[in-house]
C-alpha cells in the first residue's frame, strides 16, 4: 500500500480556490514558479506595497520592513528564521537541546562551532572523518572533509562529524529535501508536504579515505555540485520520477518500501525531527513575532516554507543534515517545475488570504476614534482558532499536519514555557529577590546555617537564583543560562528571549554588570532591550562565600567575576 502521494496524484488533486480580489507583491521574487502558482489560483500581482494582501520574497526580511507591513498583510519569512536557516545558529541551538534531551535530540550529527568549540573537538581528532562548513554558505560552496582540523580551530567554521553509512540507491548517496510549511509559530502549526526531492551524488560511493576525501561528487549530494559533472542524468520525464540524478521524494520512499521498509515509520520518524527541530527554537521566534506583529486580531501575519534536508544512513535513521530558509525555487527540470509549482499552490491556499480583513482596516482607519471596534476578545480568537483549523484540514491537498497532531502530548516537554507559568515562576522570583534586597538595606550581617549541607543562607537564594540551574527552571527548560560566576569562561546568551526573560527575572542593575561582560553578538545586541548603555551603574552587592559570610559593596566601574 502506498503511503503516500505519489507525484501523479498530487498534481490531479482537485483545486478549486479561485480568489480573484487577492494581491500578490512578487517585486522581491526571482523564481518565475511563484507567478505560474500565482496565476493558477488567479490573484493579481500587484507591485503597490499599500495593496497587496500579500508578499513574497526570496531572502530574509528586514526589521524595517516587518515595521512597514500593514495589519491585514502577510510575508513569506519570520523574523528570526536565520536560527534555523544559518548553520552556526542551527548547531547551537540543536546542541542545547541535545544537552537536556540527549536522547530526543539524536538526529542532528555532532557538531561543533569553530572558534568557539576547538577545544572540545579538538580532542575528537584522530577518530574520525570531519565535514566542515563555512557558517553561511550553501550549495556546497566551500565544504570539505578533513581528518586534521588544526589549520582551522581558529576560523568560522561548522565542524560536523561526517555520516560514513549513507544509505545507498544504486552506488550512489543521496539526501532528501523535504518541505515544511511553518504557518504559525504561537500557537505551533507545521505542516510537511508529501512531496518533494531526492538529490543523488554522481559518483560511486566509496567509504571516506585518505585519497577519495576531495570527490565532491562521491561526498557531496548538492545538486549545484553534481549538475556539473559529465555523468549527470536529468530527469526530463515526470511520468517517471525515479530516474537521474535528481528524482522524486515519493519515488525513493516507494523504492524502499519496494526494498521491504517499514515506510510509515521512517516518515513518522521524520516528522519528529523536524517538530523537534523547529521547537528548538520556538520560544525566540515567537517572542521575536510577537514584538514586530502589529495584529493581534488572530491573522498569521508570517509563515515560511523551509527546506528540511535529511540524510538516511544505512540503517534508514533519518539525520538532518541542515535548515534552509530561502529554498531554491528554481525549476531547471519538468520534475522541479511540477513539484515547486504544487508546493507553492497548496502553501498559498492553506493560508487562507481573505479581502475581508484589508476591508475592515481600511474603514476602522477611516472611521473617526470613538467608533473603532474594540479589540477581538479571547473566546474571539479562540473561535477564530477552531475556524481557521477546520479550514486547514479541507485544504490540506499535498500537505500533512504534522504539529499538532496525534502525538501532541510527547512533544510537550520540549516546549518553552506559556507566558502565565513564566509569570509566575518570575513573581515566585523577584520576591525572593526583594527577600535579599530588604536584607541588604538593613544591613543585617546574615550567619550562615548550622545545617550541614545548608552552605547558603535562604536569603541568599536569590543569588544563587542567577545560577545557571536555578534560573534555567524559572525560565524554562531550554534555555541556557549565563553563570553569575566565571562569567568570562561562559557561552554567550542562548538568545534574545533568554536575555529578556533574564532581565525581567532579576534586578536589573545587577544583571546590567553581568551582561555588558558577555561575548553577546551585534545582532543580538541590537535587539536586546533595554539595551546595556541604558543601565545607570548603581552600587552592585557581591556576595561572598567565605566562613564569616558578608555582603560587600562592589564599586561601579569594577566587573563582575
Ligand atoms: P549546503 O548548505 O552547502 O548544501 P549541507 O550541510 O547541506 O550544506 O551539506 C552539503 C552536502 O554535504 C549535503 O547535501 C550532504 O550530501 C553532505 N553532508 C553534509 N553534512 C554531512 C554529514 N554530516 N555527513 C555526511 N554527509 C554530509
Redesign the pocket.
Known amino acids: 500500500m502506498n503511503v503516500f502521494m505519489s507525484l501523479q496524484q498530487l498534481d490531479q488533486l482537485p483545486r478549486d480556490f479561485i480568489k480573484r480580489k487577492i494581491m500578490i507583491n512578487l517585486e522581491q521574487t526571482k523564481y518565475k514558479v511563484i507567478d505560474e502558482a500565482v496565476q493558477l489560483l488567479e490573484w493579481k500581482i500587484t507591485p503597490s506595497e499599500v495593496e497587496c494582501h500579500i508578499f513574497w520574497k526570496d531572502t530574509y526580511v528586514t526589521d524595517e520592513e516587518y515595521r512597514r507591513l500593514l495589519p491585514y498583510q502577510r510575508i513569506n519569512h519570520f523574523p528570526g528564521s536565520y536560527m534555523l536557516g544559518k548553520?552556526n545558529e542551527l548547531c547551537r541551538n540543536l546542541n542545547r537541546m541535545r544537552k537536556m534531551f540527549p536522547d530526543d535530540y539524536d538526529f542532528f550529527?555532532r557538531t561543533w562551532q569553530l572558534p568557539y568549540q576547538s577545544e572540545e573537538v579538538r580532542q575528537k581528532q584522530g577518530k574520525a572523518i570531519f565535514?566542515v562548513?563555512p557558517e553561511a554558505?550553501?550549495?556546497?560552496?566551500?565544504?570539505f572533509l578533513t581528518k586534521k582540523l588544526d589549520p582551522f580551530l581558529d576560523k568560522h567554521y561548522v565542524v560536523?562529524?561526517?555520516?560514513?553509512n549513507?544509505y545507498l540507491i544504486d552506488g550512489l548517496?543521496f539526501?532528501l529535501r523535504i518541505y515544511v510549511l511553518l504557518k504559525s509559530i504561537y500557537p505551533l502549526k507545521i505542516f510537511m508536504y508529501q512531496e518533494g526531492l531526492a538529490?543523488f551524488?554522481t559518483k560511486k560511493y566509496v567509504k571516506p579515505q585518505k585519497k577519495n576525501l576531495g570527490s565532491v561528487t562521491m561526498?557531496?549530494?548538492?545538486y549545484a555540485i553534481n549538475k556539473r559533472s559529465k555523468d549527470f542524468v536529468f530527469n526530463n520525464d515526470t511520468n517517471k520520477d525515479d530516474v537521474g540524478h535528481k528524482r522524486s521524494l515519493s519515488s525513493v520512499l516507494k523504492y524502499l518500501q519496494d526494498q521491504g521498509h517499514d515506510i510509515n515509520q521512517l516518515l513518522n520518524q521524520i516528522k519528529k525531527v523536524i517538530v523537534k527541530t523547529i521547537q528548538s527554537v520556538q520560544g525566540d521566534l515567537t517572542h521575536l513575532y510577537r514584538s514586530q506583529q502589529h495584529n493581534t486580531d488572530g491573522i498569521e501575519q508570517c509563515f515560511e516554507l523551509f527546506g528540511f534536508?535529511i540524510?538516511l544512513d544505512s540503517s534508514l535513521k533519518p539525520?538532518l543534515?541542515?535548515v534552509?530558509h530561502t529554498p531554491s525555487f528554481s525549476t531547471d527540470t519538468p520534475l522541479d517545475k511540477i513539484i515547486k509549482r504544487n508546493l507553492i499552490r497548496d502553501t498559498l491556499i492553506l493560508l487562507d488570504v481573505k479581502n475581508k480583513p484589508k476591508k475592515i482596516y481600511l474603514d476602522q482607519k477611516r472611521a473617526p476614534v470613538y467608533q473603532r471596534p474594540i479589540k477581538m476578545s479571547l473566546e474571539e480568537k479562540e473561535k477564530q482558532q477552531i475556524k481557521m483549523s477546520l479550514y486547514e484540514d479541507k485544504h490540506l491537498n499535498g500537505y500533512i499536519k504534522i504539529y499538532p497532531d496525534e502525538i501532541k502530548d510527547y512533544y510537550e516537554q520540549f516546549m518553552p514555557p506559556k507566558p502565565k507559568e513564566r509569570d509566575s515562576m518570575i513573581n515566585q522570583q523577584l520576591e525572593q529577590f526583594k527577600n535579599v534586597e530588604r536584607a541588604l538595606k538593613n544591613q543585617i550581617e546574615v550567619k550562615p546555617s548550622k545545617s550541614k549541607n545548608a552552605k547558603r543562607l535562604s536569603t541568599n537564594q536569590s543569588f544563587s537564583d542567577l545560577d545557571g540551574q536555578s534560573l534555567q527552571q524559572l525560565t524554562g527548560r531550554n534555555t541556557v543560562i549565563p553563570q553569575t560566576r566565571a562569567v568570562s569562561q561562559q557561552r554567550p546568551f542562548s538568545s534574545i528571549t533568554t536575555i529578556n526573560r533574564t532581565i525581567s527575572a532579576v534586578r536589573k542593575p545587577v544583571l546590567s554588570n553581568q551582561y555588558q561582560n558577555l561575548n553577546i553578538s551585534q545582532n543580538q545586541k541590537r535587539l536586546v532591550y533595554p539595551s546595556p548603555v541604558e543601565f545607570h551603574p548603581k552600587p552592585v552587592y557581591k556576595m561572598i562565600p567565605i566562613k564569616n559570610f558578608s555582603f560587600q559593596k562592589i564599586e561601579n566601574n569594577q566587573k563582575n567575576e
Open positions: 548553520k550529527p565535514i562548513k554558505n550553501c550549495q556546497g560552496r566551500g565544504i560536523q562529524e561526517y555520516l560514513s549513507p548517496k539526501d538529490r551524488s561526498h557531496l549530494t548538492n534536508d540524510l539525520w543534515l541542515e534552509n
